[in-house]
């Protein structure tokens, strides 16, 4: 049996930046991602293979990065760890020992056990697993009623791709009365599914698939619980994702209330030496300080760049105190972006705030062929000013101000100081410098503040 200094579950986003920070901070320690497809896919780009990347291949994911820099990486599902002696069992009933050991198992789709006939054929979800998602895009190819439950960023982001050849009818139905409704404000979901509603797709709000319906076992229709029926050929479920923590409890590990591994603020377990990181550990609200239910992978990669870091002791202190969501999407030319929190969120943890909001164009002057209109809204505490939420709407340029508003977020950063915020500004690059729109909505945020005292 091979010894190794890290043992690393998973070659997913928070798996590889592991297995990477380790070699690039302790070079001389020994790194072995274990996984069980030799390639992988980037997570987020998923959507985008079923058109616009028109391959599965084109969004391959793998850890070359780990390789280059001397780690190893086999192909061998585990079955079982034994904490106790840190032995990690394969498929291939090979032994792995290890020093230190992390889970990074990611997550899987919720299965809709509560819809009847979820098991048919033809009936698919959105896995993180080449080969199935492979089976998935040679079977959609002749396909043409498409149905999708479920109208979240990847229900809707799969709908608007398919939705874009001429010979499909795409059908999303989804229970909340817009889709985005998780992520976004009541306006800004709004706008998002008429943009969607603008494409080819079948857009029904506020319903709920009571059967999926199958001849001699294979899809046929989709019965809504008014009793509409809809015509389905394929249908895919995306009604959310969970932890994929089957292996964790196997092997002993605690869960929360989410049903995450639990980990400190350093993803290490209760179990000396063994850590968590990514979609199958908790995260902890940055507002709220309670558990949270965030699986996105840039939360995953900022994580495992902490433990890589500190994985053999505590050197670079961790300087986020929670998981602040940030979401990022372009529907039918649309960017739209949020960070922290909104009207709905805000509400759930009783959080009093105001809001600010500008509209100009990404360029200057406003004439040039490629400018768009751009909104910024900032969320703000009535009491100190304090940069709460934010979103962000219009052209290709609102993706990365969101990044800039996460920041503001998460240093603590007013209102106030945003009127001193140094930018740089070019013609076809930004606003214009009299008036960027972090700037002006962090203006109008200062001028109601001031009528509130």
């Known amino acids: 049996m091979k010894k190794y200094d890290v043992i690393i579950i998973g070659a997913g986003p928070a798996g590889i930046v592991t297995g990477v920070t380790v070699k690039k901070y302790y070079p001389e320690k020994s790194v072995l991602i274990l996984t069980e497809e030799k390639k992988g896919l980037v997570p987020c780009g998923i959507p985008y293979i079923f058109n616009k990347l028109n391959s599965v291949e084109a969004d391959a994911m793998g850890p070359k990065p780990l390789l280059n820099l001397g780690g190893e990486v086999i192909v061998d599902s585990v079955t079982d760890v034994d904490l106790k002696q840190k032995i990690v069992y394969g498929n291939s009933n090979q032994e792995y020992g290890y020093d230190k050991l992390v889970f990074a198992t990611g997550s899987t789709p919720t299965e809709a056990t509560f819809i009847k006939g979820h098991n048919l054929e033809n009936v698919f979800y959105i896995k993180k697993s080449y080969r199935y998602i492979q089976e998935l895009f040679e079977k959609l190819e002749n396909k043409k009623r498409i149905v999708i439950v479920g109208g979240g960023f990847i229900g809707a982001e799969v709908a608007e791709q398919l939705a874009a050849y001429p010979d499909k009818e795409i059908t999303i139905i989804e229970t909340e009365p817009q889709c985005f409704?998780?992520?976004?404000?009541?306006?800004?979901?709004?706008?998002?599914?008429?943009?969607?509603?603008?494409?080819?797709?079948?857009?029904?709000?506020?319903?709920?698939?009571?059967?999926?319906?199958?001849?001699?076992?294979?899809?046929?229709?989709?019965?809504?619980?008014?009793?509409?029926?809809?015509?389905?050929?394929?249908?895919?479920?995306?009604?959310?994702?969970?932890?994929?923590?089957?292996?964790?409890?196997?092997?002993?590990?605690?869960?929360?209330?989410?049903?995450?591994?639990?980990?400190?603020?350093?993803?290490?377990?209760?179990?000396?030496?063994?850590?968590?990181?990514?979609?199958?550990?908790?995260?902890?609200?940055?507002?709220?300080?309670?558990?949270?239910?965030?699986?996105?992978?840039?939360?995953?990669?900022?994580?495992?760049?902490?433990?890589?870091?500190?994985?053999?002791?505590?050197?670079?202190?961790?300087?986020?105190?929670?998981?602040l969501a940030v979401f990022s999407t372009k529907i039918n030319g649309l960017t739209m972006a949020s960070a922290g929190i909104n009207e709905n969120t805000a509400k759930d943890a009783n959080v009093d705030f105001l809001t600010a909001e500008f509209t100009d164009v990404d360029r200057h002057p406003g004439t040039l062929p490629d400018a768009s209109p751009l909104?910024?809204?900032?969320?703000?505490?009535?009491?100190?000013?304090?940069?709460?939420?934010?979103?962000?709407?219009?052209?290709?340029?609102?993706?990365?101000?969101?990044?800039?508003?996460?920041?503001?977020?998460?240093?603590?950063?007013?209102?106030?100081?945003?009127?001193?915020?140094?930018?740089?500004?070019?013609?076809?690059?930004?606003?214009?410098?009299?008036?960027?729109?972090?700037?002006?909505?962090?203006?109008?945020?200062?001028?109601?503040?001031?009528?509130?005292?």
Not at 284 to 302: K, P
Request: aromatic share 6%; glycine share 8%.
């Open 181 to 323: 409704s998780k992520a976004f404000s009541k306006e800004l979901s709004k706008m998002a599914t008429e943009r969607l509603r603008n494409t080819k797709v079948n857009v029904r709000t506020s319903a709920m698939v009571e059967e999926i319906i199958g001849t001699q076992g294979a899809v046929e229709k989709v019965i809504l619980k008014e009793g509409e029926e809809i015509p389905a050929d394929v249908v895919i479920l995306s009604v959310g994702y969970k932890p994929n923590t089957n292996l964790a409890v196997k092997a002993g590990l605690p869960l929360n209330i989410m049903g995450a591994i639990k980990v400190d603020s350093y993803e290490r377990t209760s179990v000396r030496d063994v850590c968590a990181v990514g979609d199958c550990s908790q995260t902890i609200g940055f507002l709220t300080g309670r558990s949270d239910h965030i699986m996105l992978a840039s939360t995953a990669t900022a994580e495992a760049r902490v433990l890589g870091y500190n994985l053999f002791g505590i050197r670079i202190r961790k300087h986020f105190k929670g998981t």
């Open 375 to 453: 909104t910024v809204r900032i969320n703000f505490s009535p009491c100190d000013g304090a940069i709460l939420g934010a979103e962000v709407w219009g052209g290709p340029t609102a993706a990365e101000i969101i990044n800039t508003l996460s920041l503001a977020i998460q240093k603590y950063i007013t209102v106030y100081e945003l009127i001193s915020f140094q930018i740089g500004t070019h013609p076809l690059l930004t606003g214009a410098p009299t008036k960027p729109v972090i700037i002006k909505a962090a203006e109008i945020a200062i001028g109601m503040l001031n009528s509130n005292k």
